[in-house]
């Protein structure tokens, strides 16, 4: 057991497969891959245990899938930081997300021109170099796109799984409002979910090589995913703002804004400046306020040079560390900030070095728990495919820039 940061245990969690057994896809007569269990155990309720059978899709008169109450309102997942700071539990899905322009689909592309200009430290690779550490660009299943039953499975991945997870992550409603929409008429995502829907149904349980590979296409899917609202918020010239002067929940500009500071948190880049929303207390919802004020700290952070800023950094974690509010997605970019900050500061423990109770105030302990934590949620123990598979993506930045061993 690992001790959190509020006092609390941190339990070793079982790595759980982000795949298993299946063989076809859910538009065909014949057994049918178990999205449900698969992708996302949050999804194992969406059918009742005692009606769930070869059909793993309980499905409206609408084609969207049905989810129990219970799955609609907000749930706790794991978390190594104390919750007793906040009333908010985890969702599992919930918040969308906007992004900046690119012309990849899978990697932002620098414009030292745009608002959000940014230089990455020496070294550092790119979420291109990250997504092919997972294996080679998949290749194109011709025809699989025009298949009748392709837009059904799609469409029912997007609104259950995808659309759920990118808005929990970046806390914007952009992906479930319009997000369909702009994945429909590109033609290069649709390409890649076809990719995807091929891998599901080939990928059987007892095959961990292909299972990696399935989920190394998830991840270049879910950068994709992410993407989109980058692109949309560069259509844009301004953002969506309230009465109260805060950005709009579908804002695409601010959402985007977000994703970038993420791939700046992830790639070890340090921004220029902030350009992120700055929440003005006492306007609209606190909750809302709070979530604002989470972000543009964490906007602050990526534009600190770790190596000479260590009381500034210290101040912004301490801030971020106030803000988590029990949510899994600012567990998780707190985290990497932490491994961000502490990496360049600590050796990590030896397995022989590492105490039975970690301390919060020591700085090796910090960093081992976070790091833990991160790996835990991509291993396994995220409660929607996008926090796995961008966790994943945090550590394999670690490996590959020194900050692992």
Known sequence: MLQGYGGGQ????GYEPALSAGVSSPGSTSQQFDYSSAIDPALEAVVPPTTKSSNQFQQSQTG???FREDLKRELQSASPYSS????SPHLRGGASSFISPSNSQFSQQEDETSAYASSPAKGRM?????????GPVPQPVPGKSQEPDFLDELKHLYHSIY????????????FPIKGIAKLLGDNRLLEQFAILINEFGKTMGN????????SSVEARVVWGLACMVRNAGSESSNGVKTESGMPAADDAVEAGNRLTVFENLLCGVVANRNVLAKPVPGSGDAHRVRELDFWYNLGNFVTLDQASSTHE???TLAALRNLLDGRENRDVLYSIAIVRAMSNRVAEYSEHERPLHLDETDPRSKLAVAKRFVKDEGDGAGTTNVIRRLCELATRSWSVSGLTK
């Open 10 to 13: 941190v339990p070793n969690m």
């Open 64 to 66: 969207m899938p049905n």
């Open 84 to 87: 007793g700071a906040s009333d």
């Open 126 to 134: 790119k979420i291109d170099d990250l997504l092919a550490l997972g």
């Open 163 to 174: 659309s759920p997870g990118l808005e929990n992550f970046l806390e914007s409603k952009w």
């Open 207 to 214: 095959d961990e090589r292909g299972m990696a590979y399935t």
């Open 313 to 315: 950094i210290d101040e």
